[in-house]
């Protein structure tokens, strides 16, 4: 089994900044998972943001255009999300992700284990 806690999501202003966590553990859990971000707001779809494989390469999907970072640590079972110049509409549940194949965003939001995740409210 894989499990994924998120942490850091919380309410700020339109323009601000925040900076999610999600650790992975379990038996099933490996360095060769590649890992992401995922999000819903009320009433809409699951959406991918951002994933990253275990050489830490990334992929964003284009509504990011250069306002979010995804990054792992060494040990490779820890993930960030840097989000900066936030938005209303980013407010959302935000959801790590992981896969031991995938690392698209999308494919991530397909296929992938999702953990609990944190809210994200950014007001204008």
């Known amino acids: 089994q894989v499990q994924l806690q998120e942490s850091g999501g919380g309410s700020v202003q339109s323009g601000g900044s925040l900076r999610l966590s999600c650790v992975a553990s379990g038996d099933g859990y490996n360095s060769d998972y590649s890992m992401g971000w995922l999000r819903q707001a009320p009433g809409k779809p699951l959406q991918g943001i951002a994933g990253?494989?275990?050489?830490?390469?990334?992929n964003y999907a284009n509504f990011v255009n250069g306002r979010f970072t995804i990054s792992r640590g060494n040990a490779k079972n820890t993930l960030w999300l840097q989000m900066d110049a936030l938005k209303p509409e980013d407010s959302a549940m935000y959801y790590c992700?992981?896969?031991?194949?995938?690392?698209?965003?999308?494919?991530?939001?397909?296929?992938?284990?999702r953990g609990q995740g944190t809210q994200v409210t950014v007001s204008s």
């Open positions: 990253i494989d275990s050489k830490g390469v990334p």
């Open positions: 992700a992981a896969h031991p194949k995938y690392s698209h965003h999308n494919e991530l939001l397909a296929f992938g284990y």
